[in-house]
Structure formats: structure tokens, C-alpha cells
């Protein structure tokens, strides 16, 4: 009795990570909104780490998280290292390539809760009075994200986060006036 219940056990976690497996581990979250500003006002808040901590929705999740930058700021292999909570982790931000008022690209290398290795993406596009801001993560979340995908809705957690850290650049840029950050 006992070997037929350790088999049918094996058998049905066998059968499940076999179906984990089979699903697609890349993903791409986006989120936008509108800014009224212009790009000008709005890129050195986006290209510069240390002022990216006035609006990003992690710094809120810890206010205690431990950072490091290196480099120059809002310069091409700038980077900013953070150790923090359970909600955060731990990690490096590395801006990888940058067009002025238009466009930051920067590689995420998470550590903890588990490695990770994610493209981000701001970008500012005018529209009239406005900028529209968008914020996007890529990557490929390997067989742990797809596991973790099964049991928490990912797009929906992250896309929270950026709709929450959009309008906190929201509120910080046009709370400027025409001041520089």
C-alpha cells in the first residue's frame, strides 16, 4: 500500500513539473501614463538613479533598503546596487544605453529572492501638451518563474508596481514648476 502511494505521489509531481516545464518562461510587463511635462523635464529623473529614488515604487516598499551607486550619474554603466526586504530583494541596476529625452535602457540582475536577468525600458514620447512615460520589463523568468507564474498573478503584481511608480514620477515632475530636479 505504502509503494503504490509513494508511486502515485511520484508520478503526479513527476506529471507536474513536467507541465511547468512546458510553459513559456519569457515574459514582457508594460505599463504607461501621462506626464504634464515635457521630455526634458522629465529624462533626469528617469536617467539618474539617485533621483529615480524620488519616485520609484520600491524605495516606498523600503525605505530602509541599503544602495550603492557607482559611476557618474545618468551616464551609460552607471549602476546602482540594492539590498533590501522580502518585497524588494536584492540586486544591480546598470543603465546599458541612454537617448536623451527619449530613452533609458537598463539591465536588472536580481539576486534574491532568486537570480534574475530583466531588460527595462523608459521611454518618453510628447503628445501635444503631454509626455506619455512607458515602463517596461523583459525577460525570461526561467523555470522558477514559471513556477512562481502558476500560483501568483506576475503581470498583474509588477504592473501594479509600475502603474504606482508612474504616477509617483507624476507627481514629483509636476510638482517641479519649472524648477530643475
Known amino acids: ?54 519616485w520609484s515604487p520600491y524605495q516606498q516598499m523600503d525605505p530602509n533598503m541599503k544602495i550603492t551607486f557607482s559611476g557618474g550619474d545618468a551616464e551609460v554603466g552607471s549602476s546602482m546596487e540594492f539590498q533590501g526586504n522580502s518585497q524588494v530583494g536584492s540586486g544591480k541596476l546598470q543603465i546599458l ?45 526561467g523555470f522558477m518563474g514559471k513556477l512562481i507564474s502558476l500560483f501568483i498573478n506576475c503581470e498583474k503584481m509588477v504592473g501594479d508596481q509600475f502603474i504606482q511608480g508612474i504616477q509617483n514620477l507624476k507627481s514629483v515632475v509636476e510638482s517641479q514648476k519649472g524648477n530643475n530636479p
Open 1 to 54: 500500500m505504502l509503494k503504490k502511494i509513494s508511486l502515485a505521489v511520484f508520478i503526479t509531481v513527476t506529471a507536474f513539473l513536467l507541465f511547468v516545464s512546458t510553459r513559456d518562461g519569457k515574459f514582457q510587463y508594460e505599463r504607461s501614463g501621462t506626464i504634464n511635462a515635457s521630455a526634458e523635464k522629465i529624462f533626469p529623473f528617469i536617467s539618474n538613479f539617485k533621483l529615480g529614488n524620488q
Open 97 to 141: 544605453r541612454m537617448v536623451p529625452n527619449q530613452l533609458v535602457e537598463i539591465q536588472l540582475t536580481m539576486q534574491k529572492p532568486f537570480h534574475a536577468e530583466n531588460l527595462i525600458q523608459y521611454r518618453l514620447m510628447p503628445e501635444g501638451a503631454v509626455t506619455r512615460f512607458s515602463w517596461s520589463m523583459t525577460g525570461d523568468g
